[in-house]
């Protein structure tokens, strides 16, 4: 297996990136990484990897084209290299909008494929239960017939990143009821039901969503990012108000003590970082974005993430669930 990684535009730069590469190994030396970025930076791995030098960095605002146009930016490296040597997977923690619209344009989608849809993992009210959630933000609208597409291509992502036999698929609405939604998301909730979509339960609220119910959450890319962020939002709202409801004075914080395992499981529970990213379903490659301020921790998840997608051949199993147009 050959994965490579962009180790450049990460939030906390590229030792970040080093450090979870050399975790990544020591747990699976079997596996080769191929790393560009700056060689100047990236000598520990030396020994462990090989190094492409390309150490210009992609913005963070950049689109597709910007990227293309810098040719000796370890971004755009990558992806040619990846398509160029057919390499397994791609992992990168920078530019989002520059990674996946490249990365399209790159590798193409999928023949048959209608849109791509960027995927990714939400943790849930139950510990280990994630909800996946797509799309997220490649698309700012979707037709009925590209959101059936969206709950086909999520069923077999979650089927292979968690071994599940048989995932529940709800649409994301304004109500439970078969008539609420958008007209694209009423149409899509006719199409599955009249398709026997397997384990198609309807339509789900927003803040049902991450009580443990669901294990597909199927959206257009608008109202997906949406929810993304309003949950990003939130998390982080609540978490900063009980921080400061338990550092008010001494008896709060030695409430605390009493509260601290209870807290620290939700956090476990939580914890985004776990999730690995975000992921381009579609197109004919895995390619894995991490988050931008990803630690070691939350790089090495992405790498565990790409390698369980090759492990498992989602792109394979896409592509034949495209052409039998099941």
Same mark, same amino acid.
């Given at each position: %297996?050959?994965?490579?990684?962009?180790?450049?535009?990460?939030?906390?730069?590229?030792?970040?990136?080093?450090?979870?590469?050399?975790?990544?190994?020591?747990?699976?030396?079997?596996?080769?990484?191929?790393?560009?970025?700056?060689?100047?930076?990236?000598? *520990?791995?030396?020994?462990?990897?090989?190094?492409?030098?390309?150490? *210009?960095?992609?913005?963070?605002?950049?689109?597709?084209?910007?990227?293309?146009?810098?040719?000796?930016?370890?971004?755009?490296?990558?992806?040619?290299?990846?398509?160029?040597?057919?390499?397994?997977?791609?992992?990168?923690?920078?530019?989002?909008?520059?990674?996946?619209?490249?990365?399209?344009?790159?590798?193409?989608?999928?023949?048959?494929?209608?849109?791509?849809?960027?995927?990714?993992?939400?943790?849930?009210?139950?510990?280990?239960?994630?909800?996946?959630?797509?799309?997220?933000?490649?698309?700012?609208?979707?037709?009925?017939? *590209?959101?059936?597409?969206?709950?086909?291509?999520?069923?077999?992502?979650?089927?292979?990143?968690?071994?599940?036999?048989?995932?529940?698929?709800?649409?994301?609405?304004?109500?439970?009821?078969?008539?609420?939604?958008?007209?694209?998301?009423?149409?899509?909730?006719?199409? &599955?039901?009249?398709?026997?979509?397997?384990?198609?339960?309807?339509?789900?609220?927003?803040?049902?969503?991450?009580?443990?119910?669901?294990?597909?959450?199927?959206?257009?890319?608008?109202?997906?990012?949406?929810?993304?962020?309003?949950?990003?939002?939130?998390?982080?709202? %609540?978490?900063?108000?009980?921080?400061?409801?338990?550092?008010?004075?001494?008896?709060?914080?030695?409430?605390?003590?009493?509260?601290?395992?209870?807290?620290?499981? %939700?956090?476990?529970? %939580?914890?985004?970082?776990?999730?690995?990213?975000?992921? &381009?379903?579609?197109?004919?490659?895995? &390619?894995?974005?991490?988050?931008?301020?990803?630690?070691?921790?939350?790089?090495?998840?992405?790498?565990?993430?790409?390698?369980?997608?090759?492990?498992?051949?989602?792109?394979?199993?896409?592509?034949?669930?495209?052409?039998?147009?099941?």
């Amino acid at each position: %297996m050959k994965i490579a990684v962009d180790a450049m535009g990460g939030d906390n730069g590229s030792q970040v990136i080093v450090s979870a590469i050399k975790q990544f190994l020591t747990d699976f030396p079997e596996v080769e990484i191929i790393v560009f970025g700056d060689k100047n930076e990236l000598g *520990e791995l030396s020994s462990l990897c090989q190094i492409v030098d390309a150490p *210009e960095v992609v913005p963070m605002d950049a689109g597709a084209f910007e990227v293309m146009r810098m040719k000796n930016s370890s971004m755009f490296t990558a992806l040619k290299t990846m398509k160029d040597s057919a390499f397994d997977a791609l992992v990168s923690a920078g530019s989002t909008g520059g990674f996946l619209s490249a990365g399209t344009l790159i590798l193409k989608w999928i023949e048959g494929v209608k849109r791509a849809a960027i995927v990714t993992s939400f943790p849930t009210r139950l510990k280990n239960k994630k909800l996946v959630v797509l799309d997220i933000g490649a698309n700012n609208k979707n037709s009925p017939e *590209e959101l059936v597409q969206f709950a086909k291509m999520g069923r077999a992502y979650h089927q292979a990143l968690y071994n599940s036999d048989a995932p529940k698929t709800y649409l994301l609405s304004n109500g439970a009821e078969a008539n609420k939604g958008s007209p694209a998301g009423q149409a899509a909730y006719k199409l &599955l039901k009249e398709s026997q979509f397997p384990d198609f339960c309807g339509n789900i609220e927003a803040r049902e969503a991450l009580l443990g119910e669901a294990d597909i959450l199927v959206t257009d890319g608008y109202s997906g990012n949406v929810f993304l962020k309003s949950s990003e939002g939130v998390a982080k709202l %609540m978490s900063s108000m009980v921080k400061d409801i338990f550092k008010k004075n001494l008896w709060t914080k030695l409430g605390y003590l009493h509260v601290a395992k209870g807290f620290k499981l %939700m956090s476990e529970t %939580m914890d985004y970082k776990s999730t690995g990213g975000a992921m &381009l379903l579609g197109v004919n490659g895995v &390619l894995v974005k991490a988050h931008g301020n990803s630690d070691a921790y939350g790089f090495k998840s992405a790498l565990n993430v790409a390698k369980t997608m090759v492990e498992r051949q989602v792109v394979k199993k896409i592509k034949e669930l495209v052409e039998s147009g099941e």
